[in-house]
């Protein structure tokens, strides 16, 4: 702790001396009322390859006041049986269609400037599961689709191109059996206590596994971890860098926030602070740090260093 209380910053990996960032700062967000017109208007939308919505809008200005996730659920759950009328029904693609529809309404939830976009995210995730039957849909893709919909939010198929893009380096990370998050997790204990030993033997002496944050903080693309605004930045090094960029950003933010984790006295306080993270001010600069700790990080894998252009 330094002199005035705030905790010392100890995620430089490098030889360079710890500089001092302000505590962090619990950000106040505030849930967004019931809003049927907002999902009617949503719902006239047409969106590439699903058709209009503008039936099911005009049916939902007509039914009584339902909150908006609940609206958004019912409309694509019903556009998804009348496909399956015309298509003539693919197992596969029905079931990752289900999921899809149940995720979209609790995909970032209290974000006004996602509710612009959510059937946008739902076509680029039906997309995806039609091309890449293998994957299909996987919970917590759709936040990374929701990352990327905020930058292509124009009905065109950029955002298709941009996911699959996406999805080229990260498919190990919703892979059946999570292949990604199964190689990782032990690296990241193996790193975490090279740099920092007191706070992995904290964390075990809690029984504070990693095997219990490491999942849900990486298969939600770090929307339980980071701010919408900050993985809008991180989503191309992400992107790039795959496990390693997954292992820079998760080390990192362990280290900054060892002070707190340290007076966690037990199991259950450690992951509700970890699961409050995202409402917390990350790092300052966390992107040029995550970059300049590549390559400890990568010296800690098998196989030569991959060199990336951000390092030339």
């Known amino acids: ?29 505030t849930e967004c009322p019931p809003c049927p017109e907002r999902a009617a208007i949503l719902l006239e939308r047409s969106v590439s390859d699903v058709g209009s919505y503008s039936t099911g809008a005009a049916q939902l200005r007509h039914e009584p006041p339902l909150s908006r996730r609940h609206s958004l659920t019912i409309v694509l759950q019903k556009e998804e049986a009348e496909r399956r009328n015309v298509d003539g029904g693919d197992d596969c693609f029905e079931e990752s269609a289900r999921l899809i529809a149940r995720d979209i309404p609790r995909t970032y939830p209290d974000e ?38 905020l930058k292509h939010s124009e009905p065109s198929p950029s955002a298709e191109h941009a996911f699959e893009a996406l999805m080229s380096g990260l498919r190990q990370l919703w892979l059946p059996g999570f292949p990604m998050v199964t190689v990782g997790t032990p690296i990241l204990e193996d790193l975490l206590r090279m740099r920092d030993p007191e706070l992995v033997d904290h964390l075990q002496a809690i029984e504070l596994d ?8 990486w298969l939600s693309f770090f929307a339980k971890w980071l701010p919408l605004s900050i993985l809008q930045e991180a989503l191309p090094f992400l992107g790039r860098e795959g496990l390693v960029g997954f292992l820079s950003v998760t080390l990192l933010l362990l280290l900054y926030h060892r002070e707190a984790l340290l007076c966690c006295p037990e199991l ?45």
């Open 1 to 29: 702790m330094s002199s005035d209380g705030a905790p010392v910053n100890p995620i430089q990996i490098s030889s360079a001396p710890d500089e001092e960032v302000g505590a962090p700062r619990i950000a106040s967000y």
């Open 112 to 149: 006004p400037l996602v509710d612009t976009i959510r059937l946008r995210i739902a076509d680029v995730l039906r997309h995806y599961a039609r091309k890449d039957p293998g994957l299909g849909y996987t919970q917590g893709m759709c936040f990374a689709a929701a990352v990327i919909c």
């Open 210 to 217: 990693f095997s219990l944050f490491v999942p849900g903080a």
């Open 268 to 312: 259950e306080a450690g992951l509700a602070y970890l699961n409050r993270l995202s409402d917390m001010r990350p790092p300052e600069g966390l992107l040029e740090m995550c970059i300049h700790s590549l390559p400890a990080v990568r010296s800690r894998l098998s196989g030569p260093p991959r060199v990336s252009a951000s390092e030339h």
